[in-house]
């Protein structure tokens, strides 16, 4: 019975052990589900997601990667809002913060004839006090230094770009200089159109090839002196001799003037400063429109001074009437002289003097001269202007020619100095000048003249072509020109090269030549010599097979004289492919060497090739060669051996 009793005693504790225990574990799973999910909901509600919620027990761990240390902060003080803060585990992290990015450097410079500014960030690398002092002596003016300096490497072409621009700002009295790493910009002034190709021609050839340089020099009106304009009606037509005005809006009123009174041919007139008055298109116009009344003659302006010349035989009461009404209609600056010509008697005989200039430079003086001192004046006069052994003369001493006869002899002689061939021809009523220039502004230049050293009444006729081909600076072919050129050339040949080296094949040496027959009249070109292979291979072999293969041809061009200070030559591998590498043609297009103009801010696809252009080319227009402007890289052939270069 005892026995009983103690066995149930036992039983009883047992069983409300058990109990016990599963009441606490129980109590424990409820406290760590409700913890858990209050801490969860409460995180979520405030966006941090991010976090991880896990309850051990009565602890509750907290983990995940918070973006910042003020969002771990927040995430742990809600967490302490739900429970006890002592039964939270902190096992948050933080993302690694990113490293500072370097800042943006940079300098802009401001010249002109005060002085000079400096302005922007630098590295501290920059030898700051070495930059101050170079300004200082290339520029002869006052420095002042607002540069400041960050503590960081210097990027790429940082170096290049500054050292040209403390150059460039020397040469440049009025000019803004904008530096970046691997660019510089100039904004500048130059006196004349002359100077800013000059300007822009010296600043292309000092580059590093690597800069990207933007140029944008402008050139003010040039100062016209005397400011001439002189229009001819004669049997040939209405043409100008000499044509200037003082804006754009008073060139196109004086032509359209010019073409009511008969011009049909060319509209050139200059823009310059220096007009007289304010009133000179309103005197032009009038002045022409006389002229044309009368039927014939000229009509010249120097400065204020305007000079009507009749032509032979016009009725002198039409003249009366027409120069009556062109005083009372010219402004007040304004004074005409009006010439009404006498008919010469046949039976004086011709006074006449011939200047011949030829093609080859050999000039002939020919005709009448007032004294053997005249003679020797003007013979000495053309050798100065064309050379001592290019002159022969001719001329004759006679008596009774007019007074200002030396006078027109050597201003005649002058003005056959700015034609590359013609013949100038002076008689006792006027002055004749025909021949060829390759300057455009040769009619206006000599007009010019013969009004400025003879005055605005003297009766002279010009007749000067301008011949494209006789003119340097048309004659050079533009860059976008030579691309297209070089791009015809290797659209039908190939650069080959000898299998898996950078030798290029004999039968490409021909190639070669034509190239380089083309850059030679290129000028100063700006050109990236580009070297391509396929991906067979190791793509570290291949590129530097393509670099090796860009300065090969780079070689062959320096070998063939071709100035190549302003080339590079950079090697691409197998990264810019023109087509797929999954066939033989396709790999073979892709072994390539290509030529590319260096431009400043190219806004054209960068992934676009020459030969994808070519190619499309020939698909739409194929009887049409490629202009310049369809085509953005002038490519040069691929290797055309069985084996890439990558072998």
Known sequence: MRLSVFSLTLA???????????????????VEDTSEI???????????????????????????????????????????????????????????????????????ILRNTAGVSIIGLIPASTDRESVIERFGEMSMVPVSDLLETADYPAPAGWEDALAFAVNAAGDLPRAKLSVDAGRVEITGIADSAEDK???????????????????????????????TLRF??????ARFDACSADTEAARMQILKAATAAGLNGSNRCTVGMGVPGRNWTEAVEVAIKALSELGGGSVTF??????????????????????????????????LNAVLPETPEPSLGPAEFFATLSPEG???????????????????????????????????VV??????????????????????????????????LTGKSGNPDASDLTARLFADKLGGEQSFEIDVTYVEALDPTAALPTAEECEAQIAQIVQQSKINFEPGSATIDASALSVMDEIALVLKTCGDLRLEIQGHTDSQGREEMNLALSQARAESVLNELRARRVLT????????????????????????????IEFRLIRPDSAANESETALETLAESSDTEATETPSAEDIEETGAAEDGEEGSGDE
């Open 12 to 30: 009883f504790f047992v069983v409300a052990g058990v109990f016990s225990l599963l009441v606490a574990n129980a109590s424990v799973k409820l």
């Open 38 to 108: 209050a801490v969860r909901d409460m995180l979520d509600e405030n966006n941090l997601t991010w976090a991880e919620v896990e309850a051990d027990g009565l602890r509750v761990i907290l983990a995940g990667e918070a973006p910042t240390e003020a969002l771990r902060f927040r995430a742990l003080s809600l967490t302490g809002s739900v429970v006890d803060s002592a039964r939270i585990i902190d096992e948050l992290t933080i993302t690694a913060a990113a490293p500072v990015a370097p800042p943006r450097f940079s300098v802009e």
């Open 197 to 227: 190709a000059e300007m822009e021609r010296k600043l292309r050839r000092a580059a590093p090839p690597a800069l990207r340089l933007s140029l944008n020099i402008t050139a003010p009106r040039p100062v016209i002196t005397p400011f």
């Open 232 to 237: 001819v009606i004669d049997e040939a037509g």
């Open 302 to 335: 120097s400065n204020a001074d305007v000079t009507l010349v009749a032509a032979e035989g016009t009725a002198p009461d039409l003249f009366d009437k027409i120069v009556g009404e062109l005083e009372n209609a010219l402004p007040e600056v304004f004074v």
């Open 362 to 396: 050999q000039v002939q003086l020919r005709g009448r001269l007032p004294d053997e001192k005249m003679r020797e004046v003007a013979h000495s006069f053309a050798q100065a202007k064309f050379g001592t052994g290019n002159v022969y003369t001719a001329a004759r």
């Open 399 to 432: 008596d009774g020619l007019p007074a200002d006869w030396p006078l027109r002899v050597l201003t005649g002689i002058e003005a056959l100095g700015v034609l590359n061939s013609g013949v100038v021809r002076i008689t006792a009523e006027s002055i004749a």
């Open 565 to 592: 200070g302003s080339f590079i030559a950079k090697g691409y591998g197998e990264a810019t492919p023109i087509a797929e590498n999954g066939t033989e043609e396709g790999r073979e297009a892709n072994r390539r």
